[in-house]
């Protein structure tokens, strides 16, 4: 699986007192048993490049294939990492869907070299991102960040500057102002601005979507 391009699982019932005493019943144990399974079977998350702006396409071309070449039982998950913005425009705040990875595209996969075979063949796909010749899975800790951000419930505030950088406040108490970027808080949505107020520099909070680069 060598890839030049590769990149980066009938008993008597008890009794009622035997039942009253037991910590576990047998629906638990099997539910235990089962989720084992599906955590031991190898399958784990790979991040495969894809044409810039064809993301949306290799993932209808990947799925199709999985479907109609029966690999359903070890290609299980294709995802287009999207987030939700705010953003301003022309005086007007919008929420839109932006790729978290453009050019990336996530599969959830057990690897071998029918799934690699599959997945590395489909149109538009232009490798995986490894080590070497060999796909490298995501870690959990990745995974969780990467799911925690495409689903969050607040749409995040698109930010188009940088510490150091020089803006313009575009409404509120100080509309019209400039300034430096000092800091910014992407939790809250706002950034520390220095601006010069009475030939003082002074510290003032803003909501991104009142700056504007200068």
Do not use: A
């Given at each position: 699986m060598t890839d030049p391009q590769t990149e980066r699982p009938d008993q008597e019932q008890p009794t009622p007192v035997e039942s009253h005493n037991e910590p576990e019943t047998a629906d638990n144990a099997s539910l235990d048993t089962t989720e084992e399974k599906e955590v031991d079977d190898g399958r784990a998350w790979y991040v495969v490049h894809a044409y810039s702006g064809m993301e949306?396409?290799?993932?209808?071309?990947?799925?199709?294939?999985?479907?109609?070449?029966?690999?359903?039982?070890?290609?299980?998950?294709?995802?287009?990492?999207?987030?939700?913005?705010?953003?301003?425009?022309?005086?007007?705040r919008r929420v839109v869907q932006r790729r978290v990875f453009p050019g990336y595209i996530l599969v959830q996969m057990i690897l071998n070299d029918d799934s690699w075979y599959v997945v590395r063949?489909?149109?538009?796909?232009?490798?995986?991102v490894g080590i070497g010749n060999r796909p490298t899975p995501l870690s959990a800790v990745e995974v969780e960040r990467i799911m925690n951000r495409i689903e969050a419930a607040e749409p995040r505030v698109q930010v188009s500057f940088k510490v150091g950088e020089r803006v313009r406040v575009t409404e509120g108490a100080f509309a019209?102002?400039?300034?430096?970027?000092?800091?910014?808080?992407?939790?809250?949505g706002k950034a520390r601005v220095l601006i010069?107020?009475?030939?003082?520099?002074?510290?003032?909070?803003?909501?991104?979507?009142?700056?504007?680069?200068?």
């Open positions: 949306t396409k290799v993932k209808k071309n990947l799925e199709h294939r999985i479907q109609s070449m029966g690999k359903e039982h070890l290609i299980f998950q294709v995802i287009v990492p999207t987030e939700e913005q705010i953003e301003l425009k022309e005086g007007e063949n489909t149109p538009g796909v232009t490798g995986f019209d102002f400039h300034g430096i970027v000092d800091e910014i808080d992407i939790e809250r010069s107020i009475f030939g003082r520099e002074t510290p003032v909070e803003v909501d991104f979507l009142q700056l504007e680069k200068s």
